[in-house]
């Protein structure tokens, strides 16, 4: 095939690519990895919701995206016994300090939603002061006015819906025992603490908390709410997100 060349032009030089045009630009596909672990699974949900983003969601333990095929260990939270200590944790060593040499057991979620699959399904809050104290070391975005939108955003609270530190719009259901249903042992602390003098305070989310009551969970009829169930269970019907378990990463190529 014969071709024109103008004058100066190099033999090796590589035809030019053609410029992108504005809408080319603007639906230009972005892939983004994300782990699947606690946080990661909300990520890649958000990320998800913008169908111009395709998002690649990887896991080195299983996923199992039907809730009939959910291991017990991980679907029944009332047993953290059996889900910490199981099939699905990392079984991570660690010693706590030279007093205490015996390695102690670390348990870290084994598969999609990470710990969330696996703890104890308590849903406290940190103290406002110390997120402010991280502001003032230069964390500025950690602020408790700043992050405290994420909190109600995140959740739907049975119990105190909607007010200025609650949120009833989120994915992740959060409610507490009530009193008629508490064990005898529940029953017996919280009256101790009372004749101790520690007030009843049934929201202990409240940043002026300081009282006694029971903890708020994102347990449902013996569920444990993980944000596999409550976050990526959202985004497993779009076509912009895969999901992937049983895959372990050695490194990533940029």
């Not at 983003?53 to 059996?82: C, I, M, Q, S």
């Not at 057991?105 to 084994?110: D, L, T």
């Not at 003032?136 to 105190?160: C, H, Q, S, V």
């Not at 994915?171 to 009530?178: H, Q, T």
Request: one cysteine or more.
């Amino acid at each position: 095939m014969c071709r024109c060349k103008s004058r100066g032009e190099s033999e090796n030089r590589q035809p030019r690519r053609p410029r992108k045009t504005t809408l080319e630009r603007k639906h230009e596909v972005r892939l983004h990895h994300r782990w699947a672990g606690s946080a990661g699974s909300v990520v890649a949900t958000r990320l998800s919701e913008d169908p111009d983003k395709t998002v690649l969601l990887l896991e080195a333990g299983p996923d199992y995206p039907d809730f009939e095929h959910l291991p017990d260990d991980l679907k029944k939270g009332y047993n953290v016994w059996r889900s910490a200590y199981g099939p699905h944790s990392w079984d991570y060593r660690a010693t706590a300090t030279p007093l205490q040499p015996e390695p102690i057991i670390i348990p870290r979620g084994k598969a999609t939603g990470g710990s969330s699959a696996i703890n104890g399904q308590v849903v406290f809050r940190g103290l406002p002061e110390d997120y402010d104290q991280w502001a003032e070391w230069g964390n500025d975005e950690w602020a408790y006015t700043k992050i405290l939108p994420y909190f109600r955003k995140m959740e739907n609270d049975w119990d105190f819906p909607g007010d200025d530190f609650h949120g009833n719009e989120g994915p992740l259901p959060v409610r507490r025992f009530k009193r008629e249903e508490w064990i005898p042992v529940a029953e017996g602390f919280y009256q101790a603490c009372i004749g101790l003098g520690f007030p009843e305070d049934p929201d202990q989310n409240n940043p002026d908390s300081t009282g006694v009551a029971a903890r708020p969970l994102n347990n449902i009829d013996g569920v444990r709410m993980s944000t596999a169930l409550t976050y990526l269970n959202l985004a497993r019907h779009r076509l912009n997100i895969t999901i992937r378990g049983g895959v372990a990463i050695r490194r990533i190529l940029f």
